[in-house]
Each structure stands twice: as C-alpha cells, then as structure tokens.
C-alpha cells in the first residue's frame, strides 16, 4: 500500500526553524521525485519545493528560495524540507506528493499521491 506520511511541522517563531519529513512506504522511493506543497486557510495550494528522484535537481517557489532545502535519503525512503528564516507567511499545512516520474514537474495534476499533510504555524 502506497504511503506518504508528513511530521515535524508545528509553532515557531518567525526567524525560526523546522525541518519536515515525509515517510514513504509501498513503493520504490529513488524511481520517483517527490514535491512539497502548502496551503493556507483561504488559498490556493502553492508548490514549494521538488528533488528529482536521484536528488541531482530541484526546484523552488521562489517566495522560499534561499530559506528552504529539500533533500532527500532513499536508502531510508524519506524525504527532507529545511525551512529556515520562517515568515507567518509561511503558515499553512504542508504536503509531500509522488509524481509518476523520475523529474519533476510544475503541474500539480503530475502528483498522483499525497500525504495527509503537517501544520506549520509562524507566529510570535
């Protein structure tokens, strides 16, 4: 059975940091990129962020470029997002999604399966 579950979102203050993972499971993680999304109450889901699935690209929205990483260990089928310098801008619940191919794409149709998705909160 396919899985993606996301943790380590939660409360931090603005310039803080936190570090998302998304575990897999049910399939063979270095055949696939995979994307962070978020979205906030009220918005649209934006994409942040996605590591072709050798690791060797990425790419970035660039509301996060130069605050964000994304990385990724096959060997221990996870999936890593960096934040630093966190805005409340940044508050929204955060997903990870597995695109049907090894590079990524801008097209959040190409993500056929998601995470149930972590809170992250900006605020002092």
């Known amino acids: 059975q396919l899985q993606l579950v996301e943790s380590g979102g939660g409360l931090v203050q603005p310039g803080g940091s936190l570090r998302l993972s998304c575990a897999t499971s049910?399939?063979?993680?270095?055949?696939?990129?995979i994307g962070w999304f978020r979205q906030a109450p009220g918005k649209e889901p934006e994409g942040v962020s996605c590591?072709?699935?050798?690791?060797?690209?990425?790419t970035y929205a660039d509301s996060v470029k130069g605050r964000f990483t994304i990385s990724r260990d096959n060997a221990k089928n996870t999936v890593y997002l960096q934040m630093n310098s966190l805005k409340p801008e940044d508050t929204a619940v955060y997903y990870c999604?597995?695109?049907?191919?090894?590079?990524?794409?801008?097209?959040?149709?190409?993500?056929?399966?998601w995470g149930q998705g972590t809170q992250v909160t900006v605020s002092s």
């Open positions: 999604a597995r695109t049907w191919a090894y590079v990524c794409s801008t097209r959040r149709a190409d993500f056929g399966s």
């Open positions: 049910g399939f063979t993680l270095g055949y696939y990129a």
């Open positions: 590591i072709s699935s050798g690791g060797g690209s990425t």
